[in-house]
């Protein structure tokens, strides 16, 4: 059974910087995919960031470019997200999520193993 967990959400100011942390376990794929969704109160979860894991390719929401990075440990099978220049829009719960995948899409529904969230708010 595949479980995923997110953690390393929080409060900051403007401009300040967090890194959220994921854990997926369970996974039998030969290669796949793993991203970062958010979604603010009342919008549509969206894709910010996503990597294969083998290859490492990555993408990237225009919104985030320069300013997030996505990142890979695979000895301990995390994916982080660190993010810096944070802004007000950029509040909302994220969202890690994996599937068998050998390309990298922003597409919530290619994605099929979601963990519970965690949220990020930035103050302004």
């Known amino acids: 059974q595949v479980q995923v967990v997110e953690s390393g959400g929080g409060l900051v100011q403007t401009g300040g910087s967090l890194r959220l942390s994921c854990t997926a376990s369970?996974?039998?794929?030969?290669?796949?995919?793993m991203g970062w969704f958010r979604q603010a109160p009342g919008k549509e979860r969206e894709g910010v960031s996503c990597i294969t894991w083998t290859g490492g390719r990555t993408s990237y929401a225009d919104s985030v470019k320069g300013r997030f990075t996505i990142s890979q440990d695979m000895a301990k099978n995390t994916l982080y997200l660190q993010m810096n220049r944070l802004k007000p829009e950029d509040t909302g719960m994220y969202y890690c999520?994996?599937?068998?995948?050998?390309?990298?899409?922003?597409?919530?529904?290619?994605?099929?193993?979601w963990g519970q969230g965690t949220q990020v708010t930035v103050s302004s």
């Open positions: 999520a994996t599937n068998a995948l050998d390309y990298c899409a922003l597409v919530p529904s290619y994605f099929t193993y």
């Open positions: 369970g996974l039998t794929f030969d290669d796949y995919a």
